[in-house]
């Protein structure tokens, strides 16, 4: 099939000058980034063919095995691809958590397969296709974790009149398959989570800085016509500076987002002033309620006032 040889040679070629560019514009800081590494690698990998029918020959029996190797290419997509880089990088990120969980489930796994080659691995009575030894018991204990077929195993041992048998099972599942796995499930989508908000904090850095580079560049070309504008007004009689302003919106687009630097002139500064005035409106609403409470309050004060006492307090307010 010599266009699919065609194509791989191509394909290889291709991936290879990238490389070697990639390695010749930055020689120094090449090494530090992974996924550099990760291009080596395979870059190894899909020579390796190669060198193995130039040196043993197109019979040589193990060069199947090497030509299945290279389909580990396709990795090379995950250099393009921002969101599995995430992923990636979360799941190295959990690589000592979960390590750290792994080691307690296999100890778990080591004492309960001794347990149960202890109880369920008699030669006489015990069940030695699934308890014989404890190469058997890690393969029972497996399937139990991943609840996969767990009845069946406890038929047997009920079969064999084992009486702790349920019990050993009942907290082997809920130890290794509800707890652990869910421990490990749990942190896997926790540093996910992590990560995924991170990438999307950079995404949002990205688009800001962009439109910023997008203002500036509206900004400039604004401030050039402008000018423009501005050194023909010498040569050209305008009626009015009103004039000038409409030749000059005519040169907008409807595209051209509008910079403000005034901070009187933001939202938020907007949005702020506006409740700050329905709060005055809202206090001043309350000291009125207040006033008229008073004045209420004063009134029927003065009409319990004994008449006389009212006569004497009309005279002096009479007299002031």
Not at 97 to 124: E, K, N, R
Not at 240 to 249: D, I
Not at 251 to 274: C, E, K, N, R
């Amino acid at each position: 099939m010599p266009l699919l040889q065609v194509s791989e040679i191509f394909f290889v070629a291709i991936y290879s000058a990238e490389f070697y560019m990639k390695l010749y514009v930055d020689p120094i800081d090449f090494w530090k980034d992974g996924y550099n590494l990760l291009d080596l690698t395979i870059i190894i990998v899909i020579s390796i063919p190669y060198a193995l029918r130039k040196i043993k020959g197109k019979h040589y029996p193990h060069l199947k095995i090497a030509n299945g190797m290279q389909s580990l290419r396709i990795l090379k997509l995950i250099t393009y691809s921002r969101g599995i880089r995430t992923l990636i990088t979360a799941i190295g990120q959990t690589f000592y958590t979960v390590a750290s969980v792994l080691i307690l489930f296999f100890i778990l796994m080591y004492i309960f397969a001794i347990l149960g080659f202890c109880l369920f691995g008699d030669p006489d009575k015990g069940d030695l296709k699934n308890w014989g030894n404890l190469a058997v018991a890690f393969f029972t204990l497996f399937s139990l974790a991943t609840v996969d077929g767990w009845t069946d195993l406890q038929q047997q041992l009920d079969d064999r009149n084992f009486i702790l048998s349920r019990a050993f099972t009942i907290i082997f599942i809920l130890l290794g398959s509800f707890v652990f796995l869910s421990m490990f499930v749990g942190v896997m989508i926790i540093h996910t989570e992590n990560s995924i908000k991170k990438f999307e904090r950079e995404l949002m850095l990205e688009r800001h800085l962009t439109l910023m580079k997008e203002k500036q560049v509206i900004v400039k070309r604004q401030q050039e016509e402008v000018s423009r504008l501005m050194k023909t007004q010498a040569n050209v009689d305008y009626k009015s500076f009103g004039e000038l302003v409409e030749n000059f919106k005519n040169t907008l687009q409807h595209t051209d987002p509008m910079v403000l630097d005034d901070f009187g002139t933001s939202l938020p500064f907007i949005d702020i002033y506006l409740s700050t005035l329905d709060n005055q409106d809202t206090t001043i609403y309350k000291l009125q309620e207040l006033y008229y409470e008073i004045v209420h309050v004063l009134n029927l004060m003065l009409e319990d006032l004994p008449q006389k006492k009212r006569s004497l307090s009309s005279a002096k307010i009479d007299e002031k």
